[in-house]
């Protein structure tokens, strides 16, 4: 391969997995950057092993790197992580790497950071690059915090903002979605309008390669969201479509849905649950990008994947 090389880092994490498969399909050469040793699938141009917090021995691992992507870091978690601990993983060494990126000379640095560095877990509007940046969490505040500070790095760079990202591996709230809908039960979530924007790993790849392409200097944010919110009812009747199977909803009202979920401890579910939050992606709209199939395709694509009938 002769393409211009890349160095990933967070290569075995959800996202990270499917980027570096992405990468390579489309003709980079892949560096990726690791904290411990790990077996590495082929196609890679190389693998360093390095602590992204003490970046001062990059000079190796940076040598002939056109850009870096940044997949790496601590992620959201609704338990109570120090908001220290967010802070030194996902903005300190975000900084540090971008800086001995600049000093390697690297050409542009690709930031995974979150649709959190922007909002909160809902939004009253449709959220947009325009919008001051809100975060609501240590998460969040993180995210921003290395954005803000890549300014200052001396490299050109892309932050991307992806909504809920979704695809093979999920964890988190999503595989918690995709197991209730796998169950061969009706579900009280006929009744809930609150619409949600998602991304694929597949549309997140390729605002990636969106971004490694462009000519001009960007030195800004992009959301990365699909451009079909869907409601609750809506994802799962995607997600039972990919099964085979009817949606199965029932229209519980949504006060005696809030009532159970608030006396059972989970608030925080409910606002996830009932609350809006649709984002669009004009930046990279603009730079040309389209997502690659739409949420409801994705959706049962991923249910299928997740079928026992498909193993």
């Not at 908001?83 to 690709?110: C, G, P, W």
């Not at 462009?214 to 409601?231: K, M, Q, W």
């Not at 649709?278 to 994705?298: F, I, K």
Request: hydrophobic share 45%; glycine share 12%; no cysteine.
């Amino acid at each position: 391969m002769t393409g211009p090389l890349i160095a990933l880092t967070g290569s075995t994490g959800f996202i990270g997995r499917h980027l570096l498969g992405a990468l390579t399909a489309g003709g980079y050469r892949v560096r990726v950057i690791l904290r411990r040793p790990v077996e590495l699938p082929p196609g890679l141009s190389g693998a360093v092993v390095g602590d992204l917090a003490r970046p001062q021995n990059m000079a190796a691992a940076l040598a002939g790197v056109d850009a870096v992507v940044h997949s790496a870091g601590l992620a959201h978690a609704m338990s109570g992580t120090p908001e220290d601990d967010y802070r030194t993983s996902n903005t300190e060494a975000t900084l540090r790497l971008a800086q001995a990126a600049a000093k390697a000379r690297v050409r542009r640095f690709v930031f995974l950071s979150s649709i959190r560095a922007q909002t909160g877990p809902s939004a009253p509007g449709i959220v947009t690059e325009a919008d001051a940046p809100a975060p609501v969490d240590p998460y969040g505040r993180s995210k921003l915090a290395a954005e803000e500070a890549l300014a200052g790095a001396g490299i050109d760079y892309a932050v991307l903002r992806p909504v809920l990202v979704y695809g093979p591996g999920v964890k988190g709230n999503m595989a918690s979605l995709l197991a209730l809908a796998a169950r061969p039960l009706p579900l009280p979530f006929g009744g809930l309008s609150g619409r949600r924007s998602l991304v694929s790993v597949e549309s997140l790849a390729a605002a990636v390669a969106t971004v490694l392409r462009a000519p001009d200097s960007l030195r800004r944010p992009f959301i990365v969201a699909e451009p079909d919110p869907l409601a609750l009812p809506e994802m799962i009747a995607a997600l039972r479509a990919g099964l085979g199977r009817r949606p199965g909803l029932l229209p519980v009202p949504a006060g005696l849905l809030a009532l159970g979920l608030r006396l059972a401890g989970r608030a925080e579910a409910w606002e996830r649950l009932s609350g809006s939050l649709v984002a669009r992606p004009d930046g990279l709209a603009a730079l040309g990008w389209t997502a690659p199939l739409t949420t409801r395709e994705g959706l049962a694509a991923l249910a299928r994947g997740s079928s026992p009938q498909s193993s």
